[in-house]
Structure formats: C-alpha cells, structure tokens
C-alpha cells in the first residue's frame, strides 16, 4: 500500500494545481552521496541536499541541523523525504513541515545499503557483531581508522586507542558493503586494513540500491517507510513500536 497522497511511483503528496511542478526534495546524510549521485542520473524531478556525516558522532544536534535543512526547501518542494535512519534518536524531535515528511523505516542506514529492512535483520541474526562499512564512510575517513586518527589529535595516541577499542569491542566481524560504486580496489583495501589494525574479521556483502533508490521516486509504502502528518514530531516510539513488531513475527 501506497502512503497517502502518493502515485505508484511517488508522486509528490501536494502535486494539485499549485504543486505540480514541484520538486521532490531528498534531505539526507552525505554518507549516502556516492549511491544517491549515481541513482540520480536516470530520475527527473528530485533534488538531494546533503548534510555533514560528522552528525553521526553527535547526535543530539542531528534533529536542529535536519530542522534547518526541512525550513530551507519546505516552501519550495512538493514532498520532502528525510535520508536518515533514526540514527541512535538523532532525528527524534524533527517536526514535519505543511506538505508532511516520508521517513524510512530504519534504525540506521545500513538497511537501506542492503535494499530492505528485511535483509539487514537477516544479516543482523547471522551475526549480530558486524560493524558495516559503507563506500560513503570508507571514502571521508569516517571508519575506525579515520575516528582513531581523530582521537589521537584529541587525546594523545594511548587514549584513543583505548577508546576505539572499546568502542568495538563486541564487533568480531567488520564488513564492507559493496554497492558497486566508487573505487571498490582502494575501498576494498582501505575495509581489510580496518579489520586488520583492530584484530576483526574481514567480510564483503554485495549491497542493493532498490531502497535507496526509492528515497529518490517511491514508492513510499507503509512497508518500507513512515509518513509524518504535518505539524507531528519524528518519535522513537513510532520505531520501538516496529522493533516489537518484527520481534513477534
């Protein structure tokens, strides 16, 4: 089922006489830029607007960036669609603007590199230790090498690698999804060095972008994605209340 408003292919919610030739507008995490970008070429209609990654590290200020970003293009789209996941609460509080919000269904962006929430559970019962890589990540340093290297600049070299060990200490596996876009010879190479440095190990999962590619044109189904009434908050208990859910089917 399609959510409310939205054609087959996911029409903008307001696309009347006065909304028609409006935009669709992708507000998303810049870790998703290389899959975005190369899915982009082929469907009209869409503007992506990238945030900062470094959110990730802080998410208490995540909601107000996304806030900024909603009130930047809220009077000039004709459907707004957040690329984030719930990201540990970081878009809890983000409030939807007049012609409503479409947010998918996911605790964090790993689902949507792996084409359905569906999947990720899969690979989560598997083995639940994995931390995953993502071309984005790997690409800006912003895997655990890279955090360590901003660590050390904070705290000296014995701090930070405390702190990053225990940060992965109940990782066994890191795994690089490959999603077929970039230079898969030097992410690849970056991944295993990675795993390497931090005595884990290396696995590589082929990545779908069928999610991804319905953050840019729908369909936006109750399935894959939350629709957010306009003037109502991005709220954890809208993903707890699917984390039951799925644990009691």
Not at 59 to 67: E, F, G, K, S
Not at 114 to 123: A, K, T
Not at 179 to 186: A, H, K, L, T
Not at 209 to 217: D, I, P, T, V
Request: hydrophobic share 35%; net charge negative.
């Amino acid at each position: 089922m399609a959510i409310e408003g939205d054609s087959a292919h996911g029409a903008p919610a307001n696309s009347g006489e006065h909304g028609r030739d409006l935009p669709r507008v992708v507000i998303a995490c810049r870790v998703m830029e290389p899959e975005l970008e190369e899915l982009r070429k082929g469907i009209a209609g869409v503007e992506v607007r990238y945030i900062e990654q470094a959110l990730h590290r802080v998410p208490q200020n995540m909601a107000a960036r996304v806030q900024e970003e909603i009130e930047k293009v809220q009077s000039s789209a004709g459907l707004i669609v957040l690329g984030y996941g719930l990201c540990s609460n970081g878009i809890v509080g983000v409030v939807a603007p007049a012609q409503g919000l479409v947010v998918p269904r996911a605790h964090d962006c790993i689902g949507l590199f792996l084409g359905s929430l569906e999947r990720y559970r899969e690979c989560f019962r598997e083995r639940p230790g994995t931390y995953y890589l993502t071309p984005g990540w790997v690409a800006e340093s912003k895997d655990p090498l890279g955090i360590l290297e901003e660590y050390k600049e904070r705290y000296g070299q014995e701090t930070a690698q405390w702190v990053m060990e225990e940060e992965l200490k109940h990782y066994t596996h890191i795994a690089l999804i490959n999603s077929g876009v970039g230079d898969m010879e030097r992410l690849r190479a970056r991944a295993r060095a990675n795993a390497e440095y931090f005595g884990k190990q290396y696995e590589e999962i082929p990545g779908d972008l069928s999610y991804l590619r319905k953050l840019l044109e729908g369909p936006y189904t109750e399935e894959d994605f939350f629709s957010i009434a306009p003037g109502e908050k991005v709220t954890q208990e809208r993903y707890l209340q699917e984390a039951l859910a799925c644990a009691c089917s």
